[in-house]
T-cell receptor
Framework: NAGVTQTPKFRVLKTGQSMTLLCAQD?????MYWYRQDPGMGLRLIHY???????AKGEVPDGYNVSRLKKQNFLLGLESAAPSQTSVYFC????????????FGPGTRLTVL | GENVEQHPSTLSVQEGDSAVIKCTYS??????FPWYKQELGKRPQLIID?????GEKKDQRIAVTLNKTAKHFSLHITETQPEDSAVYFC????????????FGKGTRLSVIA
């Protein structure tokens, strides 16, 4: 049982390049989330999904797109990367139900030059 | 929507002393309040949570208290140890299952040996 995994762990992009971050969970969780973490800013929600085929915007969605084609996977895309998107990205998941534990992935450190 | 404020942003204590981190929330409908610990370079992990039908919960050296009237909750760590040094995040959410957690900006706790 791997829990929540993220691919890749590190990535360096040039401004304007695109990339996709993959989050996978093997806990059969319905809800999945993408956060970014910047110094002094805490964990800010980018997008989330409450089920396969559904997505919703979080606090800071601009510049990102997501897809949840399979229940176990949640993809975060950057179509045209900007230096402001340099951050550590965390994926998380939890079961449906108001107070179940939310589990985080190990994070992806992205640098945009 | 919900807003969670966390104080202080940094906290230094001597080993063996107690540490207290406080959070306030804005939405009176929120009723689930978890606390996460994030060690340097690692993912956030749940350490304790509290639901609004209780006022206090303890787990060994950590405890959380909740004041629904004042809309604030606190994390208490007693007999601090160097391994307690980390960033701590509070969060809150409503009882409806698909409402994402809203996180505070974090408190960096340093335990000085």
């Amino acid at each position: 049982n791997a829990g929540v995994t993220q691919t890749p762990k590190f990535r360096v992009l040039k401004t304007g390049q695109s990339m996709t971050l993959l989050c996978a969970q093997d806990m059969n969780h319905e809800y999945m989330y993408w956060y970014r973490q910047d110094p002094g800013m805490g964990l800010r929600l980018i997008h989330y999904s409450v089920g396969e085929g559904t997505t919703a915007k979080g606090e800071v969605p601009d510049g990102y797109n997501v897809s949840r084609l399979k229940k176990q996977n949640f993809l975060l895309g950057l179509e045209s990367a900007a230096p402001s998107q340099t951050s550590v990205y965390f994926c998380a998941s939890r079961r449906a139900g108001s107070t179940d534990t939310q589990y985080f992935g190990p994070g992806t450190r992205l640098t945009v030059l | 929507g919900e807003n969670v404020e966390q104080h202080p942003s940094t906290l230094s204590v001597q080993e063996g002393d107690s540490a207290v981190i406080k959070c306030t929330y804005s939405d009176s409908a929120s009723n689930y309040f978890p606390w996460y610990k994030q060690e340097l370079g690692k993912r956030p992990q749940l350490i304790i949570d509290i639901r609004s039908n209780v006022g206090e919960k303890k787990d060994q050296r950590i405890a959380v208290t909740l004041n629904k009237t004042a809309k604030h909750f606190s994390l208490h760590i007693t007999e601090t140890q160097p391994e307690d040094s980390a960033v701590y995040f509070c969060a809150g959410s409503m009882n409806s299952g698909n409402t994402p957690l809203v996180f505070g900006k974090g408190t960096r706790l340093s335990v000085i040996a």
